[in-house]
């Protein structure tokens, strides 16, 4: 892997700042806010369970990336590398299966084989793009810069098809299903999604990873809002075979 610590190089029209603090202020909420969504899930609507966890892991990403800060300060360009390499499963392999494969969950059963084609697609996307990683470390490029962290690198799917194709691809398999749903909650986190991946590619592109994993992890918050006010709802509107006894 390949590691470069500059603090005085800034991307042109940067104004936003991410570090190491900033990360793990974000886990250190995260995490516990997804503990309860899911408690709150599991008492209320176990249907949600899956879908409520989706805060929980995106605490422990920015967990990961607040290692990467620290690591990176302390010039120990291994433990980068490793921190670099969990950051990136969440950012390419987990979310495009974990998001489809737990709104599955939520809709009918004649839309189940929907969400359920979209998180194999999904894995699939995701393998190419995190597992050569793990054969070939160099392929991935970290740029720790005083405001942010640039991942970058070799991706498998650049000898198939260009990136362009790749990002469409991932984007709808993480967006579309929440967009689709039959729940209206499920289609408001959907157009979370979306809002946090256009503020991404308006205003920092150079670092999108970074940047919409972050503004993703925020957008989650929304989760705990969502089986909050679920759980408020009249027991006769939650589905009863969903309900604990």
């Known amino acids: 892997m390949d590691c470069t610590i500059d603090e005085n190089e800034r991307p042109k029209g940067s104004d936003m700042c991410f570090s190491a603090e900033a990360s793990f202020t974000a886990a250190a909420s995260l995490i516990p806010a997804g503990g309860l969504s899911v408690y709150l899930a599991y008492r209320t609507d176990r249907r949600f369970v899956p879908l409520c966890t989706l ?3 995106f605490g422990v990403q920015q967990l990961f990336e607040g290692f990467v800060w620290t690591s ?27 998001i489809p494969f737990s709104i599955y969950f939520v809709e009918p059963v004649k839309r189940k084989p929907f969400y359920l084609v979209a998180s194999i697609i999904g894995g699939i996307l995701g393998a190419g793009l995190f ?19 640039i991942y970058g690198g070799v991706e498998l ?3 198939i098809a260009g990136r362009n194709l790749t990002y469409a691809a991932y984007l709808a398999l993480i967006i579309l299903p929440a967009l689709l749903a ?8 959907g ?30 918050f929304y989760l705990v809002f969502m089986i909050y006010r679920i759980r408020s ?5 939650i589905h009863p075979d969903s309900i604990p006894t």
């Open 55 to 57: 805060p929980l892991l």
């Open 72 to 98: 990176g300060a302390a010039g120990d360009l291994q433990a980068v590398q490793g921190f670099s390499a969990a950051y990136m499963f969440f950012s390419w392999l987990a979310w495009p299966v974990w």
């Open 131 to 149: 597992l050569p990683y793990l054969v070939h470390p160099d392929w991935l490029t970290v740029k720790l810069l005083d405001n942010i962290i």
């Open 157 to 159: 799917f650049d000898f």
């Open 182 to 189: 039959t729940r209206r909650e499920v289609r408001v986190f």
């Open 191 to 220: 157009v979370l999604i979306a809002i946090a991946t256009m503020t991404t590619y308006a205003f920092f592109s150079y670092a999108y990873i970074s940047v919409f994993c972050f503004l993703g992890a925020l957008m989650s």
């Open 233 to 237: 709802l009249p027991q006769d509107t």
